[in-house]
């Protein structure tokens, strides 16, 4: 028992509390999420996930969105188009939240991504 404690004191204090959080309460993830989302990206996408025709690309249906998270976290680090990177201004947890808000919102259905998958991306 006591070795188990050992290994969890640890991990890094964010680490462990992002884990806790998405465990004990996906809703609340979400909506995490979503509040990132609403922040960060729904100046161009809208808060619909619908974009703003020929201007800025509509996530919802979106194939990139529903196809591997890992694309759209390079879409997150490098930028694209008229969208910028977010490299080195919101946290590797933050995208990963806000990619998984996106990735299963609006009718979308893709798996969640972490943090830590992120991290190793850049």
């Known amino acids: 028992m006591k070795r188990i404690n050992t290994v969890v004191l640890c991990k ?3 680490t462990l509390f ?3 959080f ?3 309460s996906p809703a609340s993830a979400q909506e995490a999420g979503k509040r990132l989302f609403l922040n960060n990206c729904a100046e161009c996408h809208q808060r619909d996930g619908k974009g703003i025709a020929n201007i800025y690309p ?3 249906g979106s194939e990139v969105v529903r196809g591997s998270g890992v694309d759209v976290a390079l ?3 490098i930028g694209r188009g008229e969208m910028p990177s ?3 201004a919101i946290s590797h947890e933050d995208m990963a939240s806000i990619i998984n808000y996106v990735r299963n919102a609006w009718g979308n259905s893709g798996e969640a991504i ?3 998958t992120i991290a190793e991306l850049q």
């Open 12 to 14: 890094p204090l964010g």
């Open 58 to 60: 509509a996530l919802a």
């Open 86 to 88: 977010f490299a080195g």
């Open 22 to 24: 998405l465990a004990c």
């Open 75 to 77: 879409v997150l680090l």
């Open 114 to 116: 972490s943090a830590e």
């Open 18 to 20: 992002a884990m806790a």
